[in-house]
């Protein structure tokens, strides 16, 4: 692992692969570390010939914290979003966006390949519509538009989501964790103990609610993207879960609608995590899209 200064914050990042490779840029999800991203899809990625970076967010796991700028009221900056105003967050979705073309500067990358997921499909969508020049492609992984009609989450993901444990009780932590994996996770339930064991890792490497709360914040003020994603031109790539509870699939049709020439791969049965069993079709799908993306033909994703 390594850390660099870029957009004013240190980001924690670490980088795989042949460094003349073409780059892959993981941008995780809201509230979630770097070794969300499974270190079987960082191989086979590399192993299909790609330089592939994966990094914490701000606010998230070993990148820089905010709680200098205090934590957000998030029924409050949700209500005075709803009423068309643009609530006061303590950063954007464009500052965390900004946060990826700084890290791509700091290590001296041109280029890449922008993939994100959830949260961080929102980061990524961004990064494209912001800085084309930057962009070699898109791929928006079970994240939405930020229309709030269109990817409504049930009710079980969203108490889930929420409710998290108080203090630091690290079983309580494992068994909420655990929990909610399989509440999002679609027909994929993972196994328990090696679940367990992810987030007992994760845990205990960094736990930060205050820039959960800040993340989501930020999600919220940014509200309908829609008319930001009409001005990417990178060739785009939207896959999202069938069985998506927390982001539901009608939000990864809404943003292959959105942007100019986007595919839609939906991965029957999939939720909102990234389990074992659909691996090998997504690492084979970014692979196909990002490779006909460098050479300039068209890109077929076949469910």
């Known amino acids: 692992m390594a850390q660099v200064r870029a957009n004013g914050i ?17 941008v995780m999800g809201l509230g979630a570390q ?6 079987e899809l960082v191989d086979d990625l590399v192993a299909h010939g790609f330089r592939v970076i994966r990094f914490d967010n701000r606010d998230v796991g070993l990148s820089t914290k905010f709680d200098h700028a205090g934590t957000p009221n998030i029924v409050w900056t949700a209500m005075v979003q709803q009423f068309g105003r643009t609530p006061p967050v303590p950063y954007t979705l464009q500052d965390m966006a900004a946060d990826t073309i700084g890290l791509m500067d700091a290590l001296g990358i ?5 993939v994100g997921a959830s949260m961080g499909g929102m980061i990524a969508q961004l990064v494209a519509a912001s ?4 962009t070699l492609s898109l791929t928006s992984i079970m994240s939405t538009t930020g229309r709030s009609d269109c990817s409504r989450p049930t009710m079980r993901a969203t108490a889930v989501l929420l409710r998290h444990p108080r203090g630091d009780d690290l079983e309580a932590i494992v068994a909420h964790g655990t929990l909610a994996a399989n509440v999002v996770g679609g027909r994929f339930p993972m196994e328990g103990a090696f679940l367990a064991e992810r987030i007992r ?3 205990l490497r960094n736990r930060h609610p205050a820039g959960f709360v800040r993340q989501m914040a930020a999600i ?10 009409a001005r990417i031109t990178a060739p785009t790539l939207v896959i999202h879960g069938s069985d998506d509870p927390l982001v539901p699939v ?23 995590t990234l389990p074992p069993e659909v691996l090998p079709q ?4 970014i692979d196909a899209h990002a490779h006909g993306a460098s050479m300039g033909k068209p890109i077929a994703t076949a469910a």
């Open 220 to 229: 919220i003020a940014d509200g309908d993207r829609s008319s930001r994603l």
């Open 201 to 203: 890792s994760e845990t």
């Open 131 to 134: 800085w084309p020049d930057r």
């Open 250 to 272: 009608a939000g990864g049709r809404e943003t292959a609608r959105a942007i100019p020439g986007a595919r839609l791969l939906e991965i029957d049965g999939m939720g909102h």
């Open 110 to 114: 041109e280029a890449a390949h922008i």
């Open 10 to 26: 240190t980001i924690e990042y670490e980088d795989f692969g042949d460094r003349d490779a073409p780059p892959i840029m993981l």
């Open 282 to 285: 997504i690492v084979a799908a």
């Open 34 to 39: 770097l070794v969300r991203w499974p270190i």
